[in-house]
C-alpha cells in the first residue's frame, strides 16, 4: 500500500459529499483471469488490461495533482474486475469503517479486502452489514452531515438498511430512504449515485427521469439546485461526476454536453480518460474511489 504525504491530521471521516477530498483509497485493476469475465460481470467486451492499467494511473495522478493523499490497494487476485470500483464495499464515517455486504454476488469477496486495508491505515471498523441484509456503497449519499440518503433497489435491500441505520443512529445519523425504479430489472446495476452527484453544497448533477418525486422534492427543499444531465448522457456516466471541493469536480470524457452545464454554473472540471476503467464497467469517477477523508 502506498501512500502520499499530507498536511492534515485527521485520518478519516467527513460526512460531505463535497468537502475538500483530502485522502481517498483507489484499488488498482485486478487482471483478468480467463478473458471471458465480461460475461458474468456484465461488460459489453473483453477486458483491455494494459489500457486499464495505463487510464487508472493517469486517474491516480490526477487525484493527486488535485491535492488528494492518494492510498493505492491492491492489485486484487485474477478476476476480480470490479473490485477497482472501491466506493461500493464499505463507507466511511466519522466514528470508523463500515464494511457492507453487495447485492452482487461476484463483488462479495471485495469486501474482507476493504477490511485489510482499514486495518493496514489504522481505521476502526464501526460495524459490518450481514446476511440477508445488502447494501453497496453506490446507494449511499451524504446529504449533510446529519443524513445519509440510502436508495432501496435490486443492490440494497430493506435488511440491510435497517442494519445500516441502527449503526447510524447512535452516532447521530439519520437514513433517508430512497425508492429505486426497476429500469432495466436485476441485472443491470442502477445505484442512487447512477443518478445524482452532488458538486456543492446547493448544486447537484442529476438525471431526474429516474428520480423518485419525493426524493425530488426533499432535494429542493433543502435549498439544492439542478443541472440536468440530457438523455443522451445518461450512461456515459454524466452523472457521475466526483467533487474534490465545492464547485470542483472529476468528470469522464464523453458527456461534453454536461460538462458545459457545469462550466456554465461556475463549475471547475478535469477530464480523464474511461474508456476501459468506466465506460467499459459501467462506473465513473466516484464508483473508481473510496474517499476516507473530506475536510474542509
Not at 487482471?31 to 469475465?37: D, L, Q, R, V
Not at 443541472?227 to 467533487?243: K, M, R, S, W, Y
Amino acid at each position: 500500500m502506498a501512500t502520499a504525504p499530507t498536511a492534515t491530521t485527521r485520518r478519516y471521516g467527513g460526512h460531505s459529499m463535497t468537502a475538500p477530498l483530502r485522502r481517498v483509497l483507489v484499488r488498482q485493476p485486478a487482471p483478468p483471469a480467463t478473458g471471458e469475465e465480461h460475461g458474468p460481470f456484465g461488460y459489453p467486451h473483453p477486458v483491455d488490461h494494459v489500457a486499464t492499467e495505463r487510464q487508472h494511473a493517469a486517474f491516480r495522478d490526477l487525484l493527486a495533482e488535485a491535492g488528494a493523499e492518494v492510498i493505492v490497494t491492491g492489485p486484487d487476485e485474477a478476476g476480480l474486475l470490479d473490485a477497482i470500483f472501491a466506493y461500493d464495499p464499505s463507507i466511511v464515517t466519522d466514528r470508523g469503517a463500515i464494511l457492507l455486504r453487495p447485492g452482487k454476488e461476484l463483488r462479495r469477496p471485495e469486501v474482507d479486502r476493504h477490511a485489510a486495508s482499514y486495518a493496514e491505515l489504522g481505521i476502526p471498523i464501526l460495524g459490518r452489514i450481514e446476511a440477508p441484509g445488502t447494501v453497496e456503497g453506490g446507494d449511499t449519499l451524504w446529504l449533510d452531515e446529519r443524513t445519509l440518503a440510502v436508495g432501496r433497489g435490486y443492490r440494497t435491500n430493506e435488511a440491510g438498511i435497517a442494519q445500516l441505520r441502527a449503526m447510524l443512529e447512535p452516532i447521530g445519523v439519520d437514513v433517508l430512504r430512497v425508492e429505486l425504479p426497476h429500469w432495466r430489472g436485476p441485472q443491470e446495476c442502477l445505484h442512487l449515485m447512477s443518478f445524482i452527484s452532488p458538486v456543492a453544497d446547493d448544486l447537484a448533477v442529476v438525471y431526474l427521469p429516474l428520480m423518485a418525486t419525493p426524493f425530488v422534492e426533499d432535494l429542493e427543499r433543502r435549498g439544492i439546485q439542478f443541472i440536468e444531465v440530457p438523455d443522451e448522457e445518461f450512461e456515459t456516466h454524466g452523472c457521475n461526476v466526483l467533487a474534490l471541493g465545492p464547485r470542483r469536480v472529476l468528470v469522464c470524457d464523453g458527456s461534453p454536453l454536461t460538462r458545459a452545464r457545469l462550466e456554465a454554473a461556475g463549475v471547475d472540471t478535469l477530464l480523464y480518460e474511461g474508456s476501459e476503467i468506466s465506460h467499459n464497467r459501467a462506473g465513473g469517477p466516484t464508483c473508481l474511489t473510496r474517499p476516507i477523508l473530506r475536510q474542509a
